[in-house]
Each structure stands twice: as structure tokens, then as C-alpha cells.
């Protein structure tokens, strides 16, 4: 991206994060462990240690407004933290720019870390975070292995704020707000677009519901909600592990269809399988229709081709903006952090994929 696109988009954001927010109310992957970082202050790069793993420091810079936003509190270091790698994967990059562009407008020195997927570290990461002191903490809740990790965070004074999975009830009290899709409600959606665009479907029909792991709260959620509408027709979801490594995505999935050649229907529930599915199907030989979650080139394409039919817009760039932002209202204003549903309910069909294809809205639309 260039750095004037770059620009451009940062000051549309400050514009947008200026309007109040409104009270509403989760996947994908890679199996990495690495972080990247920048500073946008004065393009000078920092880097922290940490104790469970490496991280990076991308100092906003962005000016201060005239009330007071971006410099009003003093404590302006905060802590972004990723479940998989947004170096190699889309869904989780979008997040990461809408998290740095309101670091930069917001004036936050924000340190990226990621998890790689892996539970254990990303334990170590929140507990090593807290122990920084940070003046806020952004964290998806992908597993509850780190709940009780964050609501210590809490206790210690941490303003805690989630984003793409939220916490578990047990530890709802411990974030400040929530900003993700609706899982159940959007897997609703999903679930019935299927049936009005594959009128076929029948009770026993087999229909495919791939996860990166389905125990998780946005598989569980999502496959409800898609179960709830195909119950409508007695159909109902057959789920599979992928896990949020292409490579083995690609071959369990290719596997899984070339012993059930007579599937009916595919609804990926996390951005994995879904940017693996086609290249699946055609290694097995079989095309059955999909309509899925998240975006990434692969699912565009998909799209364009007429393989994919649908897929729900989560809108990961939301994630991290408006997390972030709610952090420097909450810093510099006292204003009280909301829940938002970041993708509403819209889907992503032929009619209107062509709003993300614009090459300066990679890392933002997909």
C-alpha cells in the first residue's frame, strides 16, 4: 500500500472515529508465530522484548486535536494482541492496519504481538503484557485458556478491550466492550442464504461445515446459527478440524471430500478452510456450492468465478479500529467503551464484491 493511499485512508478513519458510537451486540488463521512491526512516528521502528514472545512497537505520532484527543492522558502505550498471524493472513492483517491507523490518529505507542495460533503462548503473551503496565490491552478471546489472565490484568487496573471473539460469560465483566461479528445471528443469515440459493437441499443431505476448531466459540456460534437454519429443512451441519494451517486445511479438507463425493453443500465457519475450499474441491473432483465467512483474495476470486455463492462481511479493519479508538476515547475522555456488531448483517455476493477489490483497500476490505 502506498504511503499516500495510506494517508488518505487514516484521515477518512479520523473523521469516522470522531461520530458516536453505537451500541450493538470471529476466523480465521495461520500457524505462525512471528510479529511485525513500524513506528509511524517519523518512520522511526522500535521493538520490545517480551517475555513470551518477540514484539514490535508502531508509535502512532498522529497529532493531538485541540480538545485534547491523542494527549490528554499521558499513559499512551498499549498492547494489540493477535491469536493468528497477520503476516499471513488476511482476515487477521485487516484487523491489525484498522488497530494501527487509530493508534496513529489516537497518539498510542501500540506494541503488535501474535499468538500463532497457540493457545500456551498466548497465555504467556497476555500475562507478559499485563506485567508491562500497559495504559490498555486488546485482546481476542479465541479460547478461554487466558481469560483468567485478563481479568488479573483488570483487577490490576488494565483497561482490557476485546475484539473478534468475545470472552466467555465468566469473564464478560473483565473487558470494557466487544468489537465482533454476531456470531449466531450472522451463521442464521449465512445458513439461509444457502437454502435460497441451493432450493434443492432436503432433509438428509449432506452439507459440510469445515472449522479451524470447531470447539471454539465462533464455530460453535456461527454452526448454530447455521444449523438453526437448516433444521428449517432437517439438515443439519456435519463438522470437520482443519486447523488454521493451509497446508493441512488444503488436505484434510481435499480428503474429507473425496470420501463424501455426494456432499450437497460446503459452509466453511472460519476463513481458513474457506480460502481452501475451491483448490479442494477441484483436487476431489467435486463442486459443491459454498457460502461462508470472512474475506480474503481466495474467497473474491471465488466469488467472481460463481464457486462461492456468498460470504457474511465481518469487516475485520472495524475490529481494530474501533477497538483501538474506543481505547482513546476511554484514555483521554472518560467515554464509555460500546459493544459493536462490526459486520452488521450484510453478505458479500457477485452483486457487490467489486467494493473490495480496489488495490488501495488491501489490508482494509480483504
Not at 470447539?215 to 447455521?226: C, K, L, N, S
Request: charged share 15%; net charge neutral.
Amino acid at each position: 500500500m502506498t504511503t499516500s493511499s495510506r494517508t488518505s485512508r487514516i484521515a477518512a478513519a479520523a473523521a469516522l472515529a470522531i461520530v458516536p458510537l453505537v451500541a450493538l451486540t470471529a476466523c480465521s488463521s495461520s500457524s505462525s508465530g512471528s510479529s511485525s512491526s513500524s513506528s509511524a512516528a517519523g518512520g522511526a521502528t522500535q521493538t520490545a522484548a517480551a517475555a513470551a514472545g518477540s514484539a514490535s512497537a508502531a508509535a502512532s505520532g498522529g497529532s493531538a486535536l485541540s480538545d485534547g484527543l491523542g494527549k490528554r492522558n499521558a499513559a499512551r502505550t498499549a498492547t494489540f494482541i493477535a491469536f493468528y498471524d497477520p503476516a499471513s493472513d488476511a482476515f487477521w492483517n485487516q484487523m491489525l492496519s484498522g488497530a494501527k491507523d487509530a493508534a496513529q490518529i489516537g497518539g498510542l505507542t501500540l506494541t503488535t504481538q501474535t499468538a500463532g495460533a497457540d493457545v500456551t503462548k498466548m497465555t504467556e503473551l497476555v500475562s507478559a503484557a499485563a506485567a508491562s503496565k500497559p495504559a490498555a490491552l486488546f485482546l481476542p478471546f479465541n479460547d478461554p485458556a487466558w481469560e483468567n489472565a485478563a481479568c488479573e490484568a483488570d483487577k490490576a487496573g488494565i483497561p482490557v478491550f476485546a475484539f473478534n471473539v468475545p470472552p466467555a460469560n465468566a469473564a464478560k465483566s473483565c473487558v470494557k466492550s466487544f468489537v465482533g461479528q454476531d456470531f449466531t445471528a450472522v451463521g442464521t443469515i449465512v445458513g439461509q442464504r444457502l437454502l435460497q440459493d441451493v432450493p434443492t437441499l432436503k432433509s438428509g443431505d449432506k452439507v459440510l461445515c469445515p472449522a479451524e476448531e470447531p470447539t471454539q466459540q465462533y464455530a460453535i456460534q456461527r454452526g448454530g446459527g447455521v444449523n438453526t437454519a437448516l433444521a428449517t429443512k432437517g439438515i443439519k451441519c456435519t463438522f470437520l478440524q482443519t486447523t488454521g494451517e493451509d497446508a493441512k486445511a488444503l488436505d484434510a479438507l481435499t480428503t474429507w471430500l473425496t470420501a463424501n463425493p455426494d456432499v450437497k453443500a460446503v459452509v466453511p465457519l472460519g476463513g481458513t478452510p474457506h480460502r481452501n475450499l475451491v483448490k479442494a474441491e477441484d483436487a476431489a473432483g467435486v463442486k459443491a456450492p459454498i457460502v461462508g465467512f470472512d474475506t480474503s483474495p481466495q474467497v473474491i476470486d471465488g466469488i467472481k468465478s460463481g464457486r462461492i455463492l456468498a460470504t457474511a462481511d465481518q469487516q475485520g479493519y472495524i475490529q481494530g479500529f474501533q477497538t483501538v479508538m474506543q481505547a482513546v476515547l476511554y484514555l483521554d475522555f472518560a467515554l464509555s467503551p460500546a459493544n459493536i456488531n462490526s459486520g452488521g448483517n450484510g453478505l458479500i455476493d457477485k452483486s457487490n464484491v467489486a467494493n473490495l477489490e480496489a488495490p488501495d483497500l488491501k489490508g482494509v476490505r480483504y
